[in-house]
């Protein structure tokens, strides 16, 4: 079946580094591709998507490009803020399973000051 | 604002107890589902909804029912809760399934 897998966490960075947070995926259809994030004591929130191959989704200044090739969806930002602290989620959505999205099981990222 | 609304926020059960979780949007959004979120464990899909009147099991939805009487409203039952239930639920929405979900801020249920 469908599957996401994230690296795990925590990660702790400094502000101003760069942040990157893989993600790799199976899927039997073609998936649009997600990054929600959780700040303490709410819900998700969705970040950014792409829905084909070679798409990139950027929001707030994180990206993310769709690779086919190496079914992966590795999320980035150049420099992190101390408000970036917050757990990360990749997701799928597969129009072949019925279009329930599969979630990571998420990236907890520290950012210091 | 727009979004989806969960009620209540907290609540504190004893075992056995029964009670249900309100859903609510207000974006015309033909799917609704529920999520429990534990540590450890990720986000799993309890039961999920893909239109009024219609619902479908998730990956965990021993223990719990709902109904999807109107479009708008979600509804999560626990008939007789134990304490494997204590959970954050998270209800959420979405136009389909390309274009992300909306979700709610979470019920924070703990059942003694």
């Known amino acids: 079946g469908d599957s996401v897998t994230q690296m795990e966490g925590p990660v702790t960075l400094s502000e101003e580094a760069f942040l990157t947070i893989n993600c790799t995926y199976t899927?039997?259809?073609?998936?649009?591709l997600f990054w929600y994030v959780q700040y303490p004591g709410e819900g998700l929130q969705l970040l950014l998507k792409?829905?084909?191959?070679?798409d990139k989704g950027s929001n707030k200044g994180f990206e993310a490009t769709y690779r086919k090739e190496t079914t992966s969806f590795h999320l980035e930002k150049g420099s992190v803020q101390v408000s970036d602290s917050a757990v990360y989620f990749c997701?799928?959505?597969?129009?072949?399973?019925?279009?329930?999205?599969?979630f990571g099981a998420g990236t907890r990222l520290f950012v210091k000051a | 604002n727009a979004g989806v609304t969960q009620t209540p926020k907290f609540r504190v059960l004893k075992t056995g107890q029964s009670m249900t979780l309100l859903c609510a949007q207000d974006m015309n959004h033909e799917y609704m589902y529920w999520y429990r979120q534990d540590p450890g464990m990720g986000l799993r899909l309890i039961h999920y909804s893909v239109g009024e009147g219609t619902t479908a099991k998730g990956e965990v939805p021993d223990g719990y029912n709902v109904s999807r009487l109107k479009k708008q409203n979600f509804l999560l039952g626990l008939e007789s809760a134990a304490p494997s239930q204590t959970s954050v639920y998270f209800c959420a929405s979405s136009a389909a399934g390309t274009y992300g979900y909306t979700f709610g801020s979470g019920t924070r249920l703990t059942v003694v």
């Open positions: 792409a829905t084909k191959a070679d």
């Open positions: 997701a799928l959505s597969d129009p072949s399973g019925g279009f329930k999205t599969i």
């Open positions: 899927a039997t259809g073609y998936p649009s």
